[in-house]
């Protein structure tokens, strides 16, 4: 069965990189991209962006676009998201999740990243 | 970038009342059009895929419909385990964007 699994709860000061991690299995890897959702404490989702398990290509929103990098290891499955220069409004729970048809068919429990001094 | 619009933001329904939620784009969008259910401390679940097709396992009573800017989530007989905040989402062109959510309740 497909699965995503993510990496554990991070705390952060501002100023600093959190890199969260999500590991796949059930399925080829190379063959689905990885999107990347955060959602901040009571509000709606944001989609960050999305990197081709394929050849790495990537699409980042405009305004996180200085400050992301997306990667993925096809030898162990897994997609990983690095955020530089946290903020405290980057405090969400960040999900990834596959993606299939334009949409997203499967997602990861999610990572929560706290940023507070 | 195109701008996604839910309405209502919340419905409180009785058990087996029909909940139809909009949304409405700011631009006219293709098929690559999707629904979430997420439940609270949950990931999100895809519900709908390309406008209108049922995810496997996904009841029958969750239907989807629309084209153009104007997109509808219809649940035909709502069902208590169905209480949970609903999400549109446009993947027609970068950045895909989501709704702001609709929150659904039994009255």
């Known amino acids: 069965q497909v699965q995503l699994v993510q990496s554990g709860a991070e705390v952060r000061k501002p100023g600093a990189s959190v890199k969260v991690s999500c590991t796949t299995s059930g399925y080829i890897f190379t063959r689905y991209t990885i999107s990347w959702v955060r959602q901040a404490p009571g509000q709606g989702l944001e989609w960050m962006g999305w990197?081709?398990?394929?050849?790495?290509?990537?699409e980042y929103i405009r305004k996180l676009q200085d400050r992301i990098t997306l990667t993925t290891d096809p030898s162990t499955n897994t997609a990983y998201m690095e955020l530089r220069s946290l903020r405290s409004d980057d405090t969400a729970v960040y999900y990834c999740?596959?993606?299939?048809?334009?949409?997203?068919?499967?997602w990861g429990q999610g990572s929560l990243v706290t940023v507070s001094s | 970038d195109i701008q996604m619009t839910q309405s209502p933001s919340s419905v409180s329904a009785s058990v087996g009342d029909r909940v139809t939620i909009t949304c409405r784009a700011s631009q006219e969008i293709s098929s690559w059009f999707a629904w979430y259910q997420q439940k609270p401390g949950k990931a999100p679940r895809l519900l709908i895929q390309t406008t209108s097709s049922l995810l496997s396992g996904v009841p029958s009573r969750f239907s989807g419909s629309g084209s153009g800017t104007e997109f509808t989530l219809t649940i035909s007989s709502l069902q208590p385990e169905d209480v949970a905040t609903y999400y549109c989402?446009?993947?027609?062109?970068?950045?895909?964007?989501f709704g702001q959510g609709t929150k659904v309740e039994i009255k």
């Open positions: 989402q446009q993947a027609n062109s970068f950045p895909w964007t």
């Open positions: 990197i081709s398990s394929f050849n790495g290509n990537t």
């Open positions: 999740a596959r993606g299939d048809e334009g949409s997203f068919d499967f």
